[in-house]
């Protein structure tokens, strides 16, 4: 079946501008996870969905970042004010229902390479 | 804080040898571990999941392994092959939450 997708693959943007990047789950993943992955770094936590709701905000680094899973599926991450430190990929993932404390495998999408300018 | 660490950062190999790969933890109260892999300018694979209450998973030539008691994980790969290069990342669960803590990665170059 389907993998995670995300797009756009790649954004280049100007300092101070507004992004968008979306991230489309494997069909049927409740839980969806946003990471953002520096050069020779691994992957750091963003945010995490249970459903629609953000169970775990606790990544994103300040307010100028927010994301959004309004009907449980597609989930947009939203940068307002992109400064050049912001340039990144950002990664997405999902995950089947966590039951009971159980987490289950994470799937991840091919990223989005963010670069301000 | 949970931190995870890889050792070593990069390593090289003959194809055909067998080669393990760590991942430390400092914080032994994790819901499960991760390793993946992920080539250079591509997502991340996932490759084997251990859940706390495991000691190893197989999948084809690739093993891994859970101690939590010592805060260790090691991914053994027998018989390399040149396709094996890449960047292997371990990652854990941290207590009650859903995130992964990932360690920086090995990248692997198998020779032929």
């Known amino acids: 079946g389907a993998g995670v997708s995300q797009t756009p693959s790649n954004k280049v943007t100007e300092k101070g501008k507004y992004v968008e990047l979306r991230c489309d789950p494997i069909?049927?993943?409740?839980?969806l996870y946003w990471y953002r992955q520096s050069l020779g770094q691994g992957p750091e936590f963003l945010i995490y969905?249970?459903?629609?709701?953000?169970?775990?905000d606790s990544g994103l680094p300040n307010d100028r970042f927010f994301a959004v899973r309004p009907e449980g599926s597609v989930s947009t991450l939203k940068i307002q004010r992109t400064e050049r430190g912001d340039s990144a990929v950002y990664l997405c993932?999902?995950?089947?229902?966590?039951?009971?404390?159980?987490?289950?495998?994470?799937?991840f999408g091919p990223g989005t390479r963010l670069t301000v300018l | 804080k949970q931190e995870v660490t890889q050792i070593p950062a990069a390593l090289s190999v003959p194809e055909g040898e067998n080669l393990v790969l760590n991942c430390s933890f400092t914080?032994?109260?994790?819901?499960?571990l991760q390793w993946f892999r992920q080539d250079p300018g591509k997502g991340l694979t996932s490759l084997l999941l251990?859940?706390?209450?495991?000691r190893e998973q197989t999948s084809g030539r690739l093993n891994a392994s859970l101690d939590k008691s010592s805060g260790r994980s090691t991914l053994y790969i027998a018989a390399s092959q040149p396709g094996d290069s890449a960047t292997y990342l371990c990652?854990?669960?941290?207590?009650?939450?859903?995130?992964?803590?990932f360690g920086q990665g090995t990248t692997l170059q198998v020779k032929p």
């Open positions: 993932a999902s995950s089947p229902l966590h039951r009971g404390g159980i987490y289950n495998e994470q799937f």
């Open positions: 251990i859940q706390s209450s495991q």
């Open positions: 969905f249970q459903g629609t709701g953000a169970a775990d």
């Open positions: 990652a854990v669960i941290p207590g009650n939450t859903g995130k992964l803590i």
């Open positions: 069909s049927g993943h409740t839980a």
């Open positions: 914080d032994s109260a994790i819901y499960n």
